[in-house]
């Protein structure tokens, strides 16, 4: 009696195998159809969804050979429900490198106007400036940024970035900002009046930031139109802080604006 192999198709005609990846949360995948690249963000009855880096949502479902991950082509399974989940992804999007260490700080620097500036751009981006090497310092005032500039004495080797409010034609901050901008100062700004603003709505469960009439302290007024409490605005922007996870819940305005900075400051 002769043997025969079950599977009669010819050798050379058969696909070679390829791995079988489990389709964790947040894995970045591309879908070889679409050519649609995003996040694993669920995984159900034999279909996966995928986030781009814009937020918009695909369905697909997981057949053999149908994504690639890192070029290589992959069959998605669904995750075991046991596995660990680690995040691939920083808070502002960029590829997670777990067990990464801090790098020693750059003698460069960014500079932000105020406190909850430097609290922000630290809960989204605080993973990724640590492997950088670059620190954050904050202003008291756009006015003091003069003086800073030249204390700090920004050179090839010691660029200087900076974030600035309501930076607009104009206005007093884009006078100062033309002041101290130079081939190693560059000073970038976003269009709202106050960093609360550049947290999308949505984040914090609001319509939308109210408007403030002119010559009132935004915060406050922000606080009583919405009806938030108004003596203390630092326990407020804690309590917004808090509703920040990722890139995903700020402005585009505002994310562009610092990895301008980022790229600056680390830039050759």
Not at 43 to 60: I, N, Q, S, W
Not at 198 to 218: F, L, N, T, Y
Request: proline share 9%; aromatic share 6%; glycine share 8%.
């Amino acid at each position: 009696m002769r043997s025969y192999d079950p599977d009669l198709t010819p050798a050379w005609k058969r696909s070679a195998p390829v791995p079988e990846v489990p389709a964790d949360h947040d894995l970045v995948v591309e879908e070889v159809s679409t050519g649609f690249c995003g996040a694993v963000i669920r995984c159900e009855a034999g279909t996966v969804t995928l986030e781009d880096r814009f937020g918009k949502h695909r369905v697909f479902p997981m057949e053999p050979r149908g994504f690639l991950l890192e070029g290589r082509v992959v069959t998605l399974v669904r995750p075991s429900a046991a596995a660990p989940v680690r995040p691939s992804r920083t808070a502002s999007g960029s590829v997670a490198v777990p067990g990464a260490r801090a790098r020693v700080a750059r003698a460069g620097r960014i500079y932000v106007e105020g406190r909850h500036d430097a609290e922000l751009v630290e809960r989204v981006w605080g993973d990724d400036l640590r492997i950088e090497g670059v620190v954050v310092e904050y202003l008291e005032g756009v006015d003091d940024l003069p003086s800073i500039v030249a204390e700090f004495a920004p050179a090839p080797d010691a660029r200087l970035g900076v974030l600035v409010d309501h930076l607009v034609p104009g206005s007093k901050e884009s006078r100062i900002a033309a002041q101290v901008t130079s081939p190693d100062v560059l000073v970038v700004g976003h269009p709202y009046i106050d960093i609360w603003e550049a947290v999308k709505p949505s984040a914090v469960g609001i319509r939308a930031w109210p408007a403030v009439p002119r010559g009132q302290d935004w915060k406050t007024g922000v606080c009583r139109a919405l009806g938030w409490p108004s003596d203390n605005t630092g326990a407020v922007w804690q309590a917004i802080l808090k509703r920040v996870h990722s890139y995903k819940d700020l402005e585009p305005e505002l994310l562009g604006r610092v990895e301008e900075l980022i790229d600056f400051v680390t830039a050759p």
